[in-house]
T-cell receptor, first 115, second 110 residues
Framework: GAVVSQHPSWVICKSGTSVKIECRSL??????MFWYRQFPKQSLMLMAT?????????EQGVEKDKFLINHASLTLSTLTVTSAHPEDSSFYIC???????????FGEGSRLTVL | GENVEQHPSTLSVQEGDSAVIKCTYS??????FPWYKQELGKGPQLIID?????GEKKDQRIAVTLNKTAKHFSLHITETQPEDSAVYFC?????????FGKGTRLSVIA
């Protein structure tokens, strides 16, 4: 199946700093990528939809100025958590849509811990 | 919008027994229903999916059934093995993105 790679897989940062997470589709072009956040023992909550070459669409309650999403190419989307705070600590997962009929492939996730 | 309910939240079965996880959805227009398995610290992996023009789909020990009239779909795992222990999520959509259920933590006891 298609491969989606996320980097870094885990990151620890100090409060107030910014962290960038990359999501790459390794063997297919993804015009659309999705960013999810997952708190411990909870489900995946969609944060935003990222379309190549255009602005991301954010879900209600997600601060677009805090979670900057860039989808500059058909194989790369980035999520930057700006001025991170401890409550931003979570598991961030991206997914990418392949050319097939609505099948989504997920990355391995990035665990962010803000001290 | 779509709302997906998933039950049970936790499920323990003896190795070799069957496990069944059920989901209901609210939007009758939804036509794509995938199931994902998530192991600890990893991203979700698609294990099986079904589209609304099909009532049942099977892949070795895993099967999914869909009842469009009742708006529910189920995951069936037969001959469970310890490596089946994980969190399973159902999802539904008309188009992307997916709306996920809250997950079921399956424990297979050896």
């Amino acid at each position: 199946g298609a491969v989606v790679s996320q980097h870094p897989s885990w990151v620890i940062c100090k409060s107030g700093t910014s962290v960038k997470i990359e999501c790459r589709s390794l063997d297919f072009q993804a015009t659309t990528m999705f960013w999810y956040r997952q708190f411990p023992k909870q489900s995946l909550m969609l944060m935003a939809t990222s379309n190549e070459g255009s602005k991301a669409t954010y879900e209600q309650g997600v601060e677009k100025d805090k979670f900057l999403i860039n989808h500059a190419s058909l194989t790369l989307s980035t999520l930057t958590v700006t001025s991170a705070h401890p409550e931003d600590s979570s598991f961030y997962i991206c997914s990418a849509k392949s050319e097939g009929p609505r099948e989504l492939f997920f990355g391995e996730g990035s665990r962010l811990t803000v001290l | 919008g779509e709302n997906v309910e998933q039950h049970p939240s936790t499920l323990s079965v003896q190795e070799g027994d069957s496990a069944v996880i059920k989901c209901t959805y609210s939007d009758s227009a939804s036509n794509y229903f995938p199931w994902y398995k998530q192991e600890l610290g990893k991203g979700p992996q698609l294990i099986i999916d079904i589209r609304s023009n099909v009532g049942e789909k099977k892949d070795q020990r895993i099967a999914v059934t869909l009842n469009k009239t009742a708006k529910h779909f189920s995951l069936h795992i037969t001959e469970t093995q310890p490596e089946d222990s994980a969190v399973y999520f159902c999802a539904a959509s008309i188009y992307t993105p997916l709306v996920f259920g809250k997950g079921t933590r399956l424990s297979v006891i050896a």
